[in-house]
């Protein structure tokens, strides 16, 4: 994904009238969303390169009302989840750590599942696929790999 076609996402230009939930399966580090590196060229004047930050979160996005899911590697960190909630997400979702990227597909679907079939809130259903995440292989529960942050 292009930086143009995120911020077209995160300013609500690129998105369906009627969505209200978004998933941003992403590679993280350090709470910023990893961006392909591009050709000086592609971007278009005032469109930042590199990584999205919390800076670059709090100047595109418009996500009034929204749950919005990030998947990637510590893009649950408190600056980048709060950088959602101020741009107006009733509800940010992600990873605190560097969780396996297993976890985070099981996270999710587990998520969705509650959610939808078992008409959970956001609350229970975060909690639900929180506590499923268990490393089988080493007999304990995955690290923690969300942290969940919600306007009230």
């Not at 418009?62 to 408190?78: A, F, M, N, P």
């Not at 995440?133 to 690290?143: A, H, K, L, N």
């Amino acid at each position: 994904m292009l930086t143009k076609d995120l911020i077209d996402i995160l300013s609500g230009n690129d998105l369906y009238p009627d969505t209200d939930r978004i998933i941003l399966c992403f590679h993280g580090d350090e709470g910023h969303f990893i961006m392909p590196e591009l050709e000086e060229s592609i971007y278009e004047e005032g469109e930042p390169t590199g990584d999205f930050r919390p800076e670059e979160i709090r100047r595109f996005a418009k996500l009034t009302g929204k749950t919005v899911i990030g998947t990637g590697c510590s893009v649950g960190k408190l600056e980048t989840a709060q950088a959602f909630l101020d741009s107006g997400c009733e509800v940010y979702v992600g990873p605190n750590d560097y969780p396996d990227g297993n976890d985070a597909l099981m996270f999710v679907l587990r998520f969705f599942y509650d959610l939808i079939q078992n008409k959970r809130s956001v609350k229970e259903a975060f909690q639900n696929a929180n506590d499923s995440v268990y490393d089988f292989e080493m007999g304990r529960r995955s690290v923690p790999i969300t942290s969940y942050f919600i306007t009230e």
